[in-house]
């Protein structure tokens, strides 16, 4: 998987991020076998660095979106 950031805010501990997370499923994924599909997600995740640490993590992302791309969920609902 790769993640490229856009935007990097730091505020005293507290570290966010909005990045867009791609990559190819060469491997198990959630129990579904290697498709060799590429996926491509927006997410933002919000971290707590202590001493150099990252203590506490938030995050959200397109996950029902990557599961399109992997081809595990139908892109849209049944008319």
């Known amino acids: 998987m790769h993640m490229e950031p856009h935007e990097v805010l730091v505020d005293g501990d507290l570290l966010c991020c909005r990045a867009t997370m791609s990559g190819t499923q060469h491997g198990e994924f959630m129990g579904m076998p290697p498709s060799g ?34 081809g595990a969920m139908p892109d849209q609902a049944p008319a």
């Open 37 to 70: 599909k590429r996926f491509e997600v927006t997410g933002f995740d919000l971290l707590r660095v202590c001493d150099g640490q990252v203590t506490d993590h938030w995050g959200v992302m397109d996950a029902m979106k990557m599961m399109q791309q992997l």
